[in-house]
């Protein structure tokens, strides 16, 4: 059966490069209080890294109505996310262009959604499509997304 153009219409999209190495969300880790509560944190890194990234995206302007325009996309959103990790320092030339190890590429979407969306009122919930791609890279190492709304 062949789709009808208006079902592959989608609202709008948003793009945006973040000009970051890609960074998997760690493990979280806990320490026990004095008063016997446990509490548990991410590393400094991390947080670091997820400060940056809203840093950029509010010095670029990149939350603008066109995001939250995609956001509210009445059918959600559909999220295309592509990782450009940086390869081995050891590596002078790209033999395999996919990155087949560490970091998984599902931390690696969570950092990169988390990070995009933490402290907004809107939440990551609203992906409800995901395609994703892991590639090494020698010189710019770097994430580009693309948010879709699906009407």
């Known amino acids: 059966m062949k789709a009808t153009e208006k079902e592959c219409k989608h609202l709008s999209e948003w793009k945006y490069i973040i000009e ?11 320490r026990r209080l004095k008063d016997g509560r446990t509490i548990t944190y991410y590393s400094t890194q991390y947080t670091e890294y997820m400060y940056n990234v809203q840093k950029m995206l509010v010095e670029d302007g990149a939350y603008n109505e066109n995001f939250y325009n995609v956001l509210n996309a009445e059918m959600g959103v ?13 590596q002078k030339k790209i033999k395999n262009v996919m990155r087949t190890s560490a970091p998984d590429i599902d931390n690696l979407v969570k950092a990169c959604l988390d990070s995009i969306f933490r ?19 020698l010189h710019r190492p770097r994430t580009e997304i693309r948010l879709i709304g699906v009407e």
């Open 119 to 137: 402290g907004l009122d809107v939440k990551d919930s609203r992906v409800c499509m995901l395609a994703t791609a892991k590639f090494q890279e």
């Open 78 to 90: 559909r999220a295309e996310i592509i990782f450009y990790v940086q390869a081995p320092k050891s």
């Open 20 to 30: 970051l190495p890609p960074m998997a969300t760690p493990r979280p880790q806990s």
